[in-house]
């Protein structure tokens, strides 16, 4: 049975699962959600999500939204990408959690503030603030990673998944990864792994139509 992500691909959110998928080779599809022109605020897809947000992913009768709640359903469900014992899986939903409070969280309204609002509306103020909550969180990641091949443990799992969702994506935002060496050779592993893909081309979406920056 195929299972599906509603997506579009601008969403670092929706990219963390899209990659979890991926790298699980668990068969899936994008639903493309065109966001940018109410697609998340129809009464159909606030029945699917009444949160209003991507990704939501339906696998059967399954229906679940949020990043990391996907990500722990397809590790749970494929055995892959969760750690090698119960101490790993407690670590990696740690930087899970960590990553969708501190780092994706800024990182997207950040990247969002500074790409797909027209140049008048972007606030300066609230730009420079968030990138400087940005700039610990990159500290903490780096540091985190400095002798170390992934997240947790010596293999891939979802809390690299997650913490380098916003990462990969083109449009500025604050962040320049030759600035950051520890977090530069762990994104180069992940981009080596067989399987993966950046977002454009995991997901459907026309990020030239609408980044100005």
Same mark, same amino acid.
Request: charged share 25%; glycine share 10%.
């Given at each position: 049975m195929t299972a599906y992500l509603h997506c @579009?691909?601008?969403s670092g959110n929706a990219y963390k699962a899209a990659l979890t998928l991926t790298l699980a080779d668990m068969e899936w599809q994008p639903v493309y959600v065109d966001f940018f022109n109410?697609?998340? !605020?129809t009464p159909e897809f606030r029945a699917l999500n009444p *949160?209003?947000?991507? +990704?939501? @992913?339906?696998d059967g009768d399954l229906v679940l939204t949020q990043s990391g709640v996907i990500q722990d359903y397809v590790s749970s469900k494929t055995g892959k990408l969760g750690g090698r014992s119960a101490?790993?899986?407690?670590?990696?939903?740690r930087w899970v959690f960590w990553d &969708?409070?501190? #780092?994706s969280g800024q990182a997207g309204s950040t990247r969002f503030l500074m790409n797909f609002l027209p140049p008048e509306k972007r606030p300066a103020e609230v730009i420079a603030f968030q990138q400087g909550r940005l700039k610990t969180a990159y500290t903490v990641l780096n540091d985190h990673l400095a002798g170390r091949s992934w997240m947790v443990g010596?293999?891939?799992t979802i809390a690299d998944t997650a913490c380098c969702g916003y990462l990969f994506y083109p449009e500025p935002f604050g962040f320049t990864r030759a600035d950051w060496p520890n977090i530069d050779a762990w994104l180069g592993r992940i981009e080596? #792994? +067989?399987l993966w893909k =950046? =977002?454009?081309? #995991? *997901? +459907?979406? &026309? =990020?030239?139509? !609408?980044?100005?920056?």
């Open positions: @579009f691909g601008e109410g697609g998340t !605020r *949160m209003g947000e991507v +990704p939501v @992913f339906t101490a790993e899986r407690r670590e990696v939903l &969708n409070h501190k #780092l010596d293999q891939v080596a #792994l +067989p =950046p =977002p454009y081309d #995991l *997901m +459907p979406g &026309n =990020p030239s139509d !609408r980044a100005t920056a």
